[in-house]
C-alpha cells in the first residue's frame, strides 16, 4: 500500500490564484481530513469526510473548499489565494470503527502564497 | 469545544536519560481518545503511542510511556533511554469517540532536542 498520497510537495501561489491539493488513499478508508500547520503551531482541521459524497467543516474552513466523489479522492480546492493560506497541508484518512483508531498521515504539502 | 494544551515549547534531554512531556486537556466527554504524535524535520506525523480512556492501564510503547490521570486531564508523555532520533516536534492530540467524524485536537507542540 503507499498509503496517503499528496501532489504536489511544494507551491508557489501568486494572491488570487486558485490551485487544488490532491490527496489519494489506498487503504479503503472512510474517513479522511484536511489540516493545515502554521509554522511552529499544531495542526487545525480545515474540512473532513465520513464516507463518499459527505464532507463537513472544521475549524477553519474559510478560503477552502473540498469534495469526496470516491472513496479514494479527497482533494482540496484553494479559490483565491491569500498570503493566510501559507501553511503546510496534511491530509489524513482513518478506517473508522472501534478498532480504526490511528489517523494516517501524509507526507505533507507546503504552500507559500506570495 | 475541546482544547489541549502543551505548556512546554521547547525540552531537552541528554542522550540516554529521561525525559517527561507534559499535556492537559479539557473535555466533557467520557469516551475519547488521546495520542502522542512525533514530527521530525521531515514533517511525517508518526503516531507515537495511544491511550483510549476507558483504560486505567497507561498505554506503553517500548521506550515510550504514557501517564494518564483522567480526573486531572492529563496526559504525560515518557520518554526513557532518549536517543538522537527522538529529536523531533512532538503533538498531544485528542479524539472524541465516534462521532462526528472524530477529528483530532491538536497542542500546540513540544519542541524535543536530545543531546549527545
Known amino acids: 500500500n503507499a498509503g496517503v498520497t499528496q501532489t504536489p510537495k511544494f507551491r508557489i501561489l501568486k494572491i488570487g490564484q486558485s490551485m487544488t491539493l490532491q490527496c489519494a488513499q489506498d487503504m479503503n478508508h472512510n474517513y479522511m481530513y484536511w489540516y493545515r500547520q502554521d509554522p511552529g503551531m499544531g495542526l487545525k482541521l480545515i474540512y473532513y469526510s465520513v464516507g463518499a459524497g459527505i464532507t463537513d467543516k472544521g475549524e477553519v474552513p474559510n478560503g477552502y473548499n473540498v469534495s469526496r466523489s470516491t472513496t479514494e479522492d479527497f482533494p482540496l480546492r484553494l479559490e483565491l489565494a491569500a498570503p493566510s493560506q501559507t501553511s503546510v497541508y496534511f491530509c489524513?484518512?482513518?478506517?473508522?470503527?472501534?478498532?480504526?483508531?490511528?489517523?494516517?498521515f501524509g507526507p505533507g504539502t507546503r504552500l507559500t502564497v506570495l | 469545544a475541546q482544547t489541549v494544551t502543551q505548556s512546554q515549547p521547547e525540552m531537552s534531554v541528554q542522550e540516554a536519560e529521561t525525559v517527561t512531556l507534559s499535556c492537559t486537556y479539557d473535555t466533557s466527554e467520557s469516551d475519547y481518545y488521546l495520542f502522542w504524535y512525533k514530527q521530525p524535520p521531515s514533517r511525517q506525523m508518526i503516531l507515537v503511542i495511544r491511550?483510549?480512556?476507558?483504560?486505567?492501564q497507561n498505554a506503553t510503547e517500548n521506550r515510550f510511556s504514557v501517564n494518564f490521570q483522567k480526573a486531572a486531564k492529563s496526559f504525560s508523555l515518557k520518554i526513557s533511554d532518549s536517543q538522537l532520533g527522538d529529536a523531533a516536534m512532538y503533538f498531544c492530540a485528542y479524539r472524541r469517540g465516534e462521532t462526528s467524524g472524530s477529528r483530532l485536537t491538536f497542542g500546540e507542540g513540544t519542541q524535543l532536542t536530545v543531546n549527545p
Open positions: 489524513a484518512s482513518r478506517r473508522g470503527g472501534p478498532k480504526g483508531n490511528e489517523q494516517f
Open positions: 491511550q483510549e480512556a476507558y483504560k486505567q
